[in-house]
């Protein structure tokens, strides 16, 4: 599954898919990325971040891709589980140590 | 301590009433930050502190919010005569000194003006 930002908020997939989550950031001069995962009445947890001197990055289970070109980032995560069913946030930060979220995506994981 | 920690974790209060929120970053951290989250919604940045300069409190919404660092590491968020619309949940975060460092957060504070 595909989710497009902003515009199409919640994201649902079966469990074992691939996630796809994606995020456009408004600022060309964002160096500095980072995906946050929020599960409901916690606060948010870091997953992944990325430098923009770098276009691809992967942890365990997740890949950001940054494309600077287009100002876009995505969140892959594989193999998608029941416990990563969250909101994921990605923010930029721009300047100074601010850093500046979007409005991020509800992932559904069904069983 | 081993995380970001938060308190009250939940407040109600009536409108018209100022509120305290308090937060501990985890320890070393020099950066500490207050955001708002309202129902459904991203992160609102209120203010930033970092060591003994000066606190960006550009975010900050009115005169009503204000916060202050006591000793470079509690940090308490103040909401004077609260208003329905201030109902948020209130996140600390805490970062090491340097720039590009990982913000990570409280469990936050769910506070309800009635």
């Known amino acids: 599954g595909e989710s497009v930002g902003l515009h199409l908020p919640t994201l649902s997939v079966q469990e074992g898919d691939n996630s796809i989550i994606n995020c456009a950031y408004s600022?060309?001069?964002?160096?500095?990325f980072i995906w946050y995962k929020q599960e409901s009445g916690k606060g948010p947890q870091f997953i992944i971040d990325?430098?923009?001197?770098?276009d691809k990055r992967q942890g365990q289970r997740v890949t950001v891709l940054l494309n600077k070109t287009v100002k876009h980032l995505s969140l892959q995560i594989a193999a998608t589980q029941p416990g990563d069913s969250a909101v994921y946030f990605c923010?930029?930060?721009?300047?100074?140590?601010?850093?500046?979220f979007g409005e991020g995506t509800q992932l559904t994981v069904n069983p | 301590g081993a995380g970001v920690s938060q308190s009250p974790s939940n407040k109600v209060t009536e409108k018209g009433k100022d509120v305290e929120l308090r937060c501990d970053p985890i320890?070393?951290?020099?950066?500490l930050y207050w955001y708002r989250q309202s129902l459904g919604q991203g992160l609102e940045f209120l203010i930033y502190?970092?060591?003994?300069?000066?606190?960006?409190k550009s975010g900050l919404p009115s005169d009503r919010f204000s916060a202050e660092r006591t000793g470079g590491s509690v940090s308490t968020l103040t909401i004077q005569r609260t208003q329905q619309e201030d109902s948020a949940v209130y996140l600390c975060?805490?970062?090491?000194?340097?720039?590009?460092?990982?913000?990570?957060f409280g469990p936050g504070t769910r506070l309800l003006v009635l």
């Open positions: 975060a805490s970062s090491l000194e340097k720039r590009q460092e990982t913000q990570y």
């Open positions: 600022n060309s001069a964002s160096d500095y």
């Open positions: 990325i430098r923009s001197n770098m």
């Open positions: 923010a930029e930060l721009e300047g100074g140590s601010r850093l500046t």
């Open positions: 320890s070393g951290h020099t950066a």
């Open positions: 502190f970092q060591g003994n300069s000066a606190p960006d």
